[in-house]
């Protein structure tokens, strides 16, 4: 069984910050491949088009027969034939969390693997394999008990390979809205050590403001991503405490291109969502970056709860459709970025939230909690994207069998 | 299989060891020259005489052989780059004498040659091959020593083979290096300090792995007849195998190809393991030289414990192995490693040893595995090398 | 024109006889601006981006780029802002006249009601009761509402917010028809965020400061500060708008010249 993770102390300030380096991130564009489906928290691999064989490592051919290669989603099951723990390694970020165990997986789908192992597996056992992310955004097979073992969260390797909240700080960006409100207490239930939950107006009273403070590990602080000193201000004082982010400003605005869409509500919403995610991210990154392998409670993620519309439009919230789409591709940008410093960047995709802005909507609508629920996940998981709740998964399913039939869909 | 044709009127002759060191600010480029020199010292020849050149490195990068032709003022007519690294030896040799015997060329030169410069054993890792970028580094960069760790786990649990037997080899090794000059680790090793070495990666320690070093080996590939005018002592090939990829589908690596080639080989040098005054089998880990001496016809894979305690490895013992003390003992400098036990095989057998001579050597096998392009060796080789004539 | 009076004027100027008292809240992303229900456009509060400070983009200096409403911050309200005065003529900030920026001013001190009362309401009867005291407004004066709010700003209660609405001072229907047309005032000057009352969406007309103002032509100047530096009479008001093409509005920088010490 693995140990309990025990609550990180405070710095002692004496002692300097061990740097954040990431495992060797060279790789194929077929692994690459495979990381934008770990990313998905999908277990896929290759399989010939034409013999079905399952192939590892990633290949551009099939070796059985030289047909072609597709992703497919694989078994996970697999059986350790052999096992090593490794002591010495000339690698920046191994050689800070020796030892390391790896083993040589039989995979039910196939091929042999090398993998990671989870502190509870052993040489001969059977385990369920994931396809994580690595803290440099590559794919990484990681053999997991086959069947739960006490505190198996917390294993040492594992944690690298996720952005677990349990005793870390997190920033959640809109304190004041019903989703960063959920997001909070989910997080805290989690195990989050602190929820700093962003205020943009402190002047303001808002709903849901005495539950809020009557939150035992929450705290309100003043932040509001349209003003770049607010936003530096609070990274000054939270810069080297926060080690998630998690960001749920949104300003959703109705209303076409050309019938019913204001300029002004466009404006007002790539100022919050699009400029507001670039201020966070210019404010909090880089202090986060310094402390991305720092124990315990390392700085490990940025989330963004984003539309999913943004990968298609949407018909009735162009304006809101097209920070969602800029927003989606900062976060891009943006991952590529903070890879080389070993932070996940995130992306929750929500369908149209059930709030005041969507009454006109017809449900399904995505409730709070749920989008509560998938940024937990996506922490746990170490995954990039992750679709909260069935409208969001319905849209990103369509756009990636068929993106110009899913975007006509949406628009129309 | 039909079998092999013999490599009548080819000879190989003038084993070369450039001295290693631990790390050289010099290139590959330059380890090459210095190997080039001595051949040049020991033939009378110079840079326009050869008229071949095969070439193995992993450090000459960006260079190939041809940039390395042109650095050295070589001008052959038939060349070749060995990629196989820790087998690329007995490869050169194979090719060199099939070119020799056809007359593609009449002397060709074959030079292995790498430098270790501070951390570029690191680097040359990191770039050593796609599926390990892929597959093998990122699971926690133990480099070789982790794979290799892999397979000593399967294979010790497999064939009940104990550490004691991996001590064994290794210290008969370092018993055989004491007398090698060139060796860059000179003092003994007890079978008690091999026991209680650290570990490396479980359960592989740390007389179980090479010492990476700069070096350059090389020899000479000729016809008898131009081996005589030059003075040269000379060995024969009786025969050679090579094999690349074989047992893909074992999960884990217990066997090489040899174990697919080796009835050929003894069929077509019309000899068995038992006539083999020694043997010099590629020795990057233990495992690698027992799977080797099972693979080789020399026991059966299930009786390698007892046969290991059966036998005594050093120079005077029953089954003389790796008598230069071998990369684990002299270190291994690159490509130069997988020459190694060709210069030193060759060397007994023309009775001109670096260290002590096996009494009345006649026989050398020599044997090559290279390549871990994921989680195996892929390539290996071997060869029977029979002395011709002392000069 | 007499050349000595504005000779006069600067000596007063630079010996203090004449002291100048700044009526302009800072401009900074915290001010508040016009809270309106979330459905309908929104003010956009003041905002700042550096452009250069001596660095990288810019090695020898400093500059912003800003962004704001017309009505954000301390702001002057022209005729075109409102409804009522869409069809007079000269109602844009270009358009008026620059004779009109500089005014006199009778501050009508409230803060004792209002401190009591956030609803108070100015009416025509407390007016001519405060002339009865003070004296009548001449013409062309800006009519300034002293309530204190001011003191207020960084604070909750300087918008007052409640759940039923905005709690400030400010005139009803009848206060303002007498000052526009008994007393023929420039504008309405005050501190709070607006020249009408918190609840005045509430009253018959709805929000008539600005309804009768700006129907008439008149201005409106808001979110001012230090009211209660400024003599009940004699003090002259500038309030420049910035020369917005057709702006119904504008940010600006308010001063006042009062009488000084004599030396």
């Known amino acids: 069984m693995t140990d309990s993770l025990t609550p990180p102390r405070r710095k002692d300030p004496l002692k300097m910050t061990r740097a954040g380096h990431v495992p060797p991130t060279l790789r194929s564009r077929a692994a690459k491949a495979m990381a934008v489906r770990a990313g998905q928290g999908r277990f896929v691999l290759q399989a010939c088009d034409s013999c079905a064989a399952a192939v590892y490592p990633p290949r551009d051919r099939c070796p059985t027969c030289w047909g072609p290669l597709s992703w497919r989603d694989q078994p996970q099951g697999a059986e350790i034939e052999a096992e090593t723990m490794i002591r010495t390694t000339t690698d920046l970020f191994f050689r800070k969390h020796l030892p390391w165990r790896i083993g040589a997986a039989r995979l039910d789908a196939g091929p042999m693997a090398i993998v990671h192992l989870h502190g509870d597996v052993r040489q001969g056992d059977r385990v369920c394999m994931e396809l994580k992310l690595d803290r440099g955004g590559n794919p990484a097979l990681f053999a997991m008990p086959e069947v739960e073992t006490p505190n198996m969260q917390d294993d040492p390797q594992l944690r690298v390979f996720t952005a677990d909240p349990k005793y870390r700080r997190i920033l959640v960006t809109d304190g004041r809205g019903p989703v960063g409100q959920a997001v909070a207490q989910a997080l805290i239930k989690a195990g989050a050590q602190t929820v700093f939950l962003g205020n943009a107006d402190p002047l303001m009273r808002f709903p849901g403001q005495e539950q809020v403070a009557a939150l035992e ?11 770049t000193r607010s936003t530096r201000e609070l990274a000054t004082q939270l810069g080297g405490r926060v080690d998630i982010v998690v960001n749920t400003v949104g300003l959703t605005r109705v209303g076409g291109v050309v019938f019913g869409g204001k300029l002004t509500d466009l404006q007002a919403g790539f100022d919050t969502e699009v400029t507001g995610l670039m201020r966070l991210a210019q404010a909090f990154g880089p202090a986060m970056s310094g402390r991305s392998d720092d124990g315990v409670n390392a700085a490990s993620a940025i989330v963004d709860v984003t539309s999913v519309y943004g990968l298609t439009g949407k018909a009735g919230f162009a304006g809101a459709a097209a920070s969602a789409a800029a927003r989606l591709s900062l976060i891009a940008g943006l ?25 006109h909507v017809p449900p399904p609508k995505t409730p709070p909690v749920q989008i509560a629920k998938a940024v937990v996940e996506a922490l746990i998981k170490g995954q990039e994207t992750t679709c909260a709740g069935d409208m969001a998964k319905d849209v990103m399913d369509r756009w990636q069998s068929d993106p110009l039939l899913a975007i006509r869909e949406e628009n129309q | 299989m039909a079998r092999q044709r013999s490599y009548d009127g080819a000879v190989v002759c003038a084993p070369v060891t450039v001295p290693y060191v ?32 095969c070439f193995a490195s992993f450090s000459a990068v960006p260079d190939s052989v041809v940039g390395i032709v042109q650095h050295l003022g070589l001008s052959p007519r038939w060349m070749d780059h060995i990629p196989t690294g820790g087998a690329s030896g007995v490869m050169a040799l194979r090719r060199a004498a099939r070119a020799v015997q056809a007359r593609d060329a009449e002397i060709v030169a074959c ?11 690191r680097k040359t890792l990191a770039d050593f091959s796609r599926f390990s970028q892929d597959a093998t580094y990122p ?17 010790m649990r497999q064939y009940s083979v104990g550490r004691e037997c991996f001590a064994k080899i290794c210290v008969a090794q370092r018993d055989n290096a004491l007398s090698n000059p060139y060796a860059l680790m000179k003092t003994p090793l007890t079978h008690e300090q091999y026991m209680n070495a650290r570990p490396i990666s479980d359960p592989v320690h740390l007389f179980d792995c090479v010492m990476p070093c700069a070096g350059a080996e090389a020899f000479i590939v000729t016809t008898s007849k131009l081996a005589e005018a030059l003075g040269l002592s000379a060995a024969r090939l009786r025969a050679t195998i090579e094999r690349h990829n074989a047992f893909a589908a074992d999960p884990v690596q217990t066997r090489g190809g040899w174990a697919r080639d080796i009835d050929d080989l003894w069929r077509a040098a019309e000899c068995k393991p038992t006539d083999m005054d020694m043997v010099q089998v590629y020795d990057d880990y233990p495992v690698i030289v027992a799977m080797q001496m099972a693979d080789m016809g020399f026991c059966k894979k299930s009786d390698l414990a007892e046969f290991i305690a059966a036998n005594e490895f050093t120079i005077a013992g029953s089954l003389p192995l790796n008598t230069n003390g071998g990369q684990l003992s002299a270190g291994q400098a690159g490509a130069a490693g997988g020459f190694q036990n060709v210069t030193e095989g060759l060397r007994q057998v023309l009775h001109c040893p670096l260290g002590e001579q096996v009494p009345d050597a006649r026989h050398a096998l020599v044997s090559g595995f290279g390549l871990v392009n994921y989680d195996r060796g892929v390539c290996t080789s071997a060869a029977v090398l029979e002395q011709e004539v002392l000069r | 024109m007499n050349q000595s009076l504005l000779s006069d004027l600067a000596e007063a100027l630079s010996s203090g006889q004449v002291r100048c008292v700044d009526l302009t809240n800072t401009l900074s992303p915290d001010f508040p601006v016009m809270v309106l229900p979330p459905e309908l456009g929104q003010c956009a509060p003041f905002r700042m981006e550096t452009v250069s400070r001596y660095d990288e983009n810019g090695p020898a200096w400093y500059w912003n780029n800003i962004s704001l409403n017309e009505h954000t911050g301390t702001h002057f309200d022209a005729p075109a ?15 008026i006249s620059a004779q009109e920026f500089m005014a006199p001013a009778a501050v009508i001190d409230i803060s004792t009601e209002a401190a009591t009362d956030h609803n108070f309401v100015v009416t025509r009867e407390f007016l001519e009761n405060w002339e009865r005291d003070n004296g009548t407004v001449p013409p062309r004066h800006w009519i300034a509402l002293r309530t204190d709010w001011h003191k207020r700003v960084g604070t909750p209660e300087y918008l ?7 709690h400030s001072p400010g005139p009803d229907a009848g206060a303002v028809e007498f000052m526009v047309h008994e007393r023929d005032c420039v504008g309405l000057a005050v501190e709070t965020v607006g020249t009408d009352a918190g609840q005045a969406i509430h009253f018959n007309p709805p929000l008539p400061a600005h309804s009768i103002l700006h129907g008439n032509g008149r201005f409106g100047l808001q979110c001012l500060t230090n009211l209660d530096k400024l003599p009940t009479f004699g003090a002259i008001i500038v309030a420049c708008p910035l020369k917005i093409e057709g702006g119904s509005g504008s940010p600006l920088r308010v001063i006042a010249m009062i009488q000084g010490e004599a030396t």
């Open chain 1, 217 to 227: 590990d929450a705290e309100l602080v003043p932040l509001n991503l349209t003003d």
């Open chain 1, 335 to 359: 991952r590529g970025e903070m890879q080389r410093s070993g932070i996940r960047v995130m992306s929750v995709l929500t369908g149209p939230v059930d709030d005041d802005r969507h009454q």
């Open chain 2, 22 to 53: 631990r790390f050289s600010p010099e290139s590959a480029h330059w380890w090459t020259g210095a190997a080039l020199q001595e051949l040049a010292r020991l033939t009378g020849l110079g840079p326009q005489d050869f008229d071949g050149f």
């Open chain 2, 111 to 121: 030079v292995a040659a790498d430098t270790n410069q501070i951390d570029s054993f």
């Open chain 2, 139 to 155: 699971y926690g960069f133990g480099g070789p020593n982790a794979t290799f760790a892999l397979i000593t786990d399967h294979f």
């Open chain 3, 81 to 95: 802002h409102w409804v009522t005065g869409k069809d007079l003529p000269s109602n844009t900030v270009d358009a």
């Open chain 3, 160 to 166: 007052n917010l409640k759940e039923d609405g905005a």
